[in-house]
């Protein structure tokens, strides 16, 4: 049975950097993407960053391009989004997603499994 779970984050200022961890348990081997989401109150989830082992490419939102880094640890155990320059608009609710079958990296329908999510609030 797979497992995510998120932890790191918490409250920060403008300008602040967090890094938030995804720790993954389970058949792990099958996870071709993992990826980070966010979901604002009164907002639909939106994809954040992702990275795929075939290729380890990385995919970011423009909103965080230049700002967040999404990194993996090799055995598929790990994710992480390192988050510099944060907003204000950054405040949500992070979530950790695995195992994306076809589409985009950003939709949200094509992941397995979630994670319960780290909530992240940043303040101006």
């Known amino acids: 049975q797979v497992r995510l779970v998120e932890s790191g984050g918490g409250s920060v200022q403008a300008g602040g950097s967090l890094r938030l961890s995804c720790a993954a348990s389970?058949?792990?081997?099958?996870?071709?993407?993992m990826s980070w989401f966010r979901q604002a109150p009164g907002k639909e989830r939106e994809g954040v960053a992702a990275?795929?082992?075939?290729?380890?490419?990385?995919y970011y939102a423009d909103s965080v391009k230049g700002r967040f880094t999404i990194s993996q640890n090799n055995a598929r155990k790990a994710v992480y989004l390192q988050m510099n320059s944060l907003k204000p608009e950054d405040t949500a609710m992070y979530y950790c997603?695995?195992?994306?079958?076809?589409?985009?990296?950003?939709?949200?329908?094509?992941?397995?499994?979630w994670g319960q999510g780290t909530q992240v609030t940043v303040s101006s």
């Open positions: 997603a695995a195992e994306k079958s076809g589409g985009s990296w950003s939709e949200v329908p094509r992941y397995r499994y």
């Open positions: 389970g058949d792990t081997w099958r996870f071709n993407y």
């Open positions: 990275i795929s082992w075939f290729g380890v490419q990385t």
